[in-house]
């Protein structure tokens, strides 16, 4: 049965972000094994805390060869060979009985899904308007949001069932089989038929895939996006991932399963936020730089309140900050939008990977960075109120600077290219 361009271009997208929930699967998912994971394999914290990073290292690292070639190689072949790496890196994580094989699975996961989101971003560059790129960018954003959901309660109740290796196994398998449906029904390009505009492929040429580097590194403003989503993203996930829940069940004398809740809350906002804050500036606005400026400024407001609150602080009001915490995260998502229009549409995969690339990073830095410093400078007590709010106050520092610097960037949204038939 021929699939109409039409159609088709809906089902690539679908596929391209369930494979994007993967990644943010693969990403959480340590969390609510760790306990089985420590019981079993007898690791401390610190073996632990390597075995959850090294999913972000290689993450992050990959995206410099990704910036070079998903331009020329396309995105069908760069997410199929990538994905399947991930296959293989969950199967070595089921497979795991010492610290050494675990680190490797999480490794090949996080080469593998280094491309699906860069590789989805540059499918929509390619097969929609750029008119609706922020919508839709963040609307892979919130379906990519749901894989942090299935990672948590879903997860552990696989896990508590059938063991968590059989889960492995069983998410590797899923990952395979949608994989081959995406190879076989995915392609780079509409046919001319459908869109006179589409770009050609970047060439693979390791010299003009360097000047076209250079041409990005050039723009002051890929810099200041890039401390943006550098700071944004990773003070969302070291509180999101790690550092809310001790502080709700020590500082705040929340009970773990009400401290469980919020976090949902949070992800909630984030899954809200993404399509909100894209249709915001595509349709009410019109604005990159306005929207990602007010979600930059409402996190940093927050974090000064959270660390104004107490014991015996009203969970509704709990539950509202933390779900506007993960709302104006949420912003975040347009600032991919915003640096694709800084460049040419045949170097937008360069320019979205290279701002990947500092997001990632972001959270492997503030995940660290955070503990030390509260270990550093409340060495009696350094999962105590006065080092969170310490820690807090130093990544709302962080946003207000960045806030400052993201005020001299260019407004793309008038100068993108709106010629491209819907």
């Known amino acids: 049965m021929k699939i109409s361009s039409m159609k088709k271009r809906w089902l690539i997208l679908i596929l391209s972000c369930f494979l994007f929930l993967l990644s943010q699967f693969y990403r959480a998912s340590i969390a609510v094994i760790s306990p089985d994971l420590v019981k079993e394999i007898n690791i401390d914290t610190r073996q632990l805390s390597w075995i ?29 060979a990538l994905s399947l790496v991930a296959v293989i890196g969950a199967f070595v994580f089921a497979t795991g009985h010492s610290v050494p094989v675990l680190v490797a699975g999480r490794v090949l996961m996080g080469i593998g899904m280094a491309c699906n989101l860069m590789g989805t971003l540059k499918i929509i560059t390619l097969w929609f308007t750029p008119k609706y790129f922020a919508t839709l960018s963040a609307l892979v954003f919130s379906a990519g949001t749901a894989g942090n959901l299935i990672a948590a309660t879903p997860l552990v109740l696989m896990a508590q069932n059938i063991g968590w ?29 459908f869109s006179q505009s589409v770009p050609e492929p970047a060439s693979t040429k390791f010299g003009e895939i360097m000047h076209a580097l250079y041409s990005l590194f050039r723009q002051k403003d890929y810099w200041i996006i890039s401390l943006g989503t550098f700071c944004r993203y990773g003070i969302f996930a070291a509180v999101q991932s790690l550092w809310a829940a001790p502080f709700l069940i020590n500082s705040i004398e929340v009970d773990p399963v009400s401290a469980g809740n919020l976090l949902v809350l949070m992800n909630i906002g ?14 009410v606005f019109k ?14 407001g927050i974090l000064l309140t959270l660390t104004k609150m107490s014991p015996g602080t009203d969970m509704i009001a709990l539950g509202v900050l933390f779900f506007a915490f993960g709302l104006s995260s949420a912003t ?25 690339f500092f997001t990632m990073i972001g959270g492997a830095f503030f995940l660290q960075i955070l503990g030390q410093m509260m270990q550093y400078l409340h060495p009696e007590n350094s999962l105590g109120k006065v080092a969170f709010i310490d820690a807090f106050l130093f990544c709302a520092l962080c946003l207000g600077i960045t806030t400052v610097f993201y005020l001299f960037t260019v407004e793309t949204f008038k100068k993108s290219d709106r010629k491209r038939p819907r």
């Not at 959850?52 to 199929?80: C, E, H, K, N, V």
Request: proline share 5%.
């Open 287 to 300: 604005s990159r730089k306005g929207i990602i400026i007010s979600g930059l400024i409402m996190m940093g």
């Open 165 to 193: 290796r059989n889960s492995f196994w069983i998410i590797g398998a899923v990952n395979l089989f949608l994989v081959f449906l995406f190879y076989c029904i995915a392609q780079d390009r509409p046919k001319a038929a």
């Open 332 to 356: 975040g998502g347009i600032m991919y939008a915003h640096v694709k229009e800084l460049m040419p549409s045949e170097s937008a995969g360069t320019a979205m990977t290279g701002i990947n």
């Open 52 to 80: 959850s990073a090294a999913f972000f290292y290689a993450f992050a690292i990959m995206q410099i060869p990704i910036s070079m070639y998903l331009d020329g190689l396309g995105p069908r072949l760069s997410m199929t």
């Open 270 to 283: 984030l899954v809200i936020g993404s399509p909100a804050s894209g249709w915001l500036s595509d349709r």
